[in-house]
């Protein structure tokens, strides 16, 4: 049983820390947010909203200026002010930006919350016991590799993530007559947007897939639709 203790106080030291992050998070959305009014992105959240035989889709901005949607763990939708300004000045469309709701209702629709819950709470339980095991052989580098190895199967847990709610919202976007077009060209966008340089980083060490690996997986889906 004591071999298993710091395992165990690994997986229990997850939990509370996912729970407290989580707790920290909703707060600071309670004091920095206010619930979308915008009449364009609420004609077409209700479109959505029908699609998904719901009385409404509520959405909330986050006063922050970063540019990004969140799924918070109690289930809300956020789009964060600065989108939503890039939006009034013409540089995203109404519809463009319903995408970006569509993919946060997936992310919220399949459960990913609790599931990185149990992720991060697992991965905390491998850290500590793959770090006890290199460190038999390799002293001292031991929690250093699995650290790094522990970040690379979160990166690859958080991609495909993003293209289980990317397919969730091409889903939606079509049932409820938006279409995915809007969808792909945002993901032409989001990289000048945010000035990432995401496409130059290797693809496994990006928690969000490549924006050309996401637009050739929804053009799979269209076709396997028969919506292309």
Known sequence: MI???PILLAIFYGIVMYRF????????L??????????????LTRKMAEALDLPRIRVHIYEIE????????DGRIFITRGF???????????????SVIAHELGHVALGHSRRRMIDFSGQNALRTALAMVISRFIPGIGPWIANTLMSLLAARLSRSDEYEADEY?????????????????LFGKLEALTQS?????????LSHPKT??????????EQKWGTA
């Open 3 to 5: 071999k298993f203790t």
């Open 21 to 28: 992050s989580a707790w920290r998070l909703s707060r600071e």
């Open 30 to 43: 309670d004091e920095k947010s206010t619930e979308l009014a915008d009449a364009e992105l609420v004609k």
């Open 66 to 73: 970063p540019i990004n949607g969140l799924a918070a763990p």
């Open 84 to 98: 939503y300004n890039r939006f009034r000045s013409g540089d995203v469309s109404r519809e463009e930006l319903a």
């Open 169 to 185: 919202a091409a889903a939606l976007l079509t049932k409820s007559g938006i279409g995915t077009a809007p969808q792909k060209s």
């Open 197 to 205: 340089n995401a496409g130059k980083a290797p693809a496994w060490l």
């Open 212 to 221: 050309p690996e996401r637009i050739q997986a929804i053009e799979a889906l």
